[in-house]
C-alpha cells in the first residue's frame, strides 16, 4: 500500500533557473493591473444574496508571486481578470456535509473500496494489482512521528488507514463528535466535493477565483493579511507554528495540538472570509499543471480563465507525470515555516481527485445572486 502514499508528495522545488521571460518584475504588471480600493464586506442573507457567502467583486489582480517564499509553480506572475462571485464565508463545515448525506444517501470516496483504474493511474506502469482484500475502504491520515526524521521521505508521517472516513477523520476510532457544527469536514475527495456541489446548485472555485478572493483586497501581499507572518506577534491562522517540536514531529510533552481548528478562529481577510489559508488545503476545480502559470502568461490576459485541460506534474517521485490531480490551495494545519509553506494565497499543489486526507476540506462559490 506504500504507493497509496504517492499523490500526498509537496511539490518539490527544484533548481531550475529561471529564464529572463519569467523573471518579470510586479512593477511591469501593475502598470495594467488597477489597484483596489479597500473591500466593502458584503454578506448573502438568502434575499440579497445567498445565506453565508460573501460578496466577491472581482477586478484584475496579478496572480502567483515573486516571493522568496515562491516555490517554481507559482510564476510567472501574471495578470488575470475575474468578474464576481459568491464565496461561502467558511470551509464546509461537518454539519453541512452531514445534511448533504442525510439528504442523499451519499457514501463518499473513503468509504467505498478504491477503484483499481482509477488508483494505478496514480502508479508507475505495470504496477500489479493488488489483493481485492487490501483494496479496503479507507483514507490517508496524518500520524506524524517521534523524532525529527527526512522531510523528503513523507510515508513517515502519513499511513492509509482502513476505516477512516469523513465521520472518522483519525481513524475507525475516532469522532467529530462535539466537532459538527463548527469544524471543517475533511477527508472528503474532489469527487466527494462535486456530489456536494450538485447537490447543493452551487460550484467548487477556479484557481484565478480563488486566489483573488483569498488576498482579500491586497495586491502582491504575502499572506492573506499582509507581508508579515505574525504581526505584532499575533498568530493568523492555524498552521504548525510554535511547536516545540519541528514537524512532524508530534509529543504529548510539547503541549501543542496539530489538528484542524473551528472556523473562524482567526480574524477574516479583507472579504470577510474565513480561514483562506490554514487550517485545511481547500479543492478548486482546475486540473493541476506545474507550469500552468508559464502556459497562461504567453497569450492575452485572461478572463475568468477555467484552467488547464489536463495535468502535468513532473516534480512527484513515483507518479506518472500525466497522473489526474487536481487543484488543492490554501495550505493546512500542518504547514509549517520548515516544511510546506503553503499558507500563502499563491502557493498551490495538485493532489489525486479520488484520494481523501486529514487535511484537506472545501468550500463553494455561486453565480446565483438570489438564492
Not at 34 to 51: L, Q, T, Y
Not at 73 to 86: A, K
Not at 174 to 195: H, L, N, T
Amino acid at each position: 500500500m506504500t504507493r497509496l502514499l504517492a499523490n500526498i508528495a509537496i511539490v518539490i522545488v527544484v533548481g531550475v533557473a529561471l529564464g529572463a521571460g519569467v523573471r518579470m518584475t510586479l512593477s511591469r504588471w501593475t502598470q495594467h493591473v488597477s489597484a483596489p480600493s479597500k473591500p466593502r464586506i458584503i454578506e448573502g442573507d438568502g434575499v440579497h444574496g445567498p445565506r453565508g457567502m460573501m460578496w466577491i467583486p472581482g477586478g484584475e489582480f496579478v496572480m502567483g508571486s515573486t516571493d522568496r517564499l515562491a516555490k517554481p509553480n507559482e510564476r510567472p506572475v501574471h495578470p488575470v481578470r475575474v468578474h464576481g462571485f459568491w464565496m461561502d464565508r467558511t470551509p464546509v463545515t461537518n454539519a453541512q456535509f452531514a445534511a448533504f448525506v442525510a439528504a442523499t444517501g451519499y457514501r463518499t470516496t473513503a468509504e467505498r473500496p478504491p477503484d483499481w483504474e482509477t488508483l494505478k493511474a496514480q502508479l508507475p506502469a505495470g504496477t500489479p494489482k493488488p489483493p481485492d482484500d487490501v483494496l479496503a475502504p479507507g483514507a490517508m491520515v496524518f500520524v506524524g512521528t517521534e523524532q525529527p526524521v527526512d522531510l523528503n521521505d513523507y510515508a513517515q508521517w502519513w499511513r492509509f488507514v482502513p476505516g477512516t472516513d469523513w465521520k472518522h477523520p483519525q481513524g475507525p476510532g475516532s469522532s467529530i463528535v462535539g466537532k459538527e457544527e463548527d469544524y471543517p469536514v475533511v477527508q472528503v475527495s474532489y469527487e466527494d466535493a462535486q456530489a456536494y456541489a450538485r447537490w447543493a446548485g452551487k460550484r467548487l472555485p477556479t484557481e484565478a477565483e480563488w486566489e483573488f478572493a483569498a488576498r482579500g483586497g491586497l495586491e502582491h501581499a504575502t499572506y492573506a493579511w499582509g507581508n508579515e507572518f505574525a504581526p505584532k506577534g499575533r498568530k493568523m491562522a492555524n498552521v504548525w507554528e510554535g511547536s516545540a517540536q519541528p514537524f512532524p514531529v508530534i509529543s504529548s510533552q510539547d503541549g501543542s495540538a496539530h489538528h484542524t481548528s473551528r472556523v473562524c478562529a482567526f480574524l477574516p481577510n479583507g472579504y470577510g472570509l474565513c480561514d483562506m489559508t490554514g487550517n485545511v488545503w481547500q479543492w478548486v476545480a482546475d486540473w493541476y499543471r506545474a507550469d500552468a502559470f508559464a502556459l497562461e502568461s504567453r497569450g492575452p490576459e485572461p478572463i475568468d480563465p477555467q484552467g488547464p485541460h489536463d495535468s502535468y506534474d513532473p516534480d512527484e517521485p513515483g507518479v506518472p507525470e500525466n497522473a489526474p490531480k487536481r487543484v488543492i490551495r490554501g495550505g493546512s494545519f500542518l504547514c509549517s515555516q520548515d516544511y510546506c509553506l503553503s499558507y500563502r494565497p499563491s502557493a498551490r499543489r495538485g493532489n489525486d481527485p479520488y484520494t481523501s486526507m486529514s487535511h484537506i476540506g472545501f468550500r463553494f462559490v455561486s453565480d446565483d445572486g438570489s438564492r
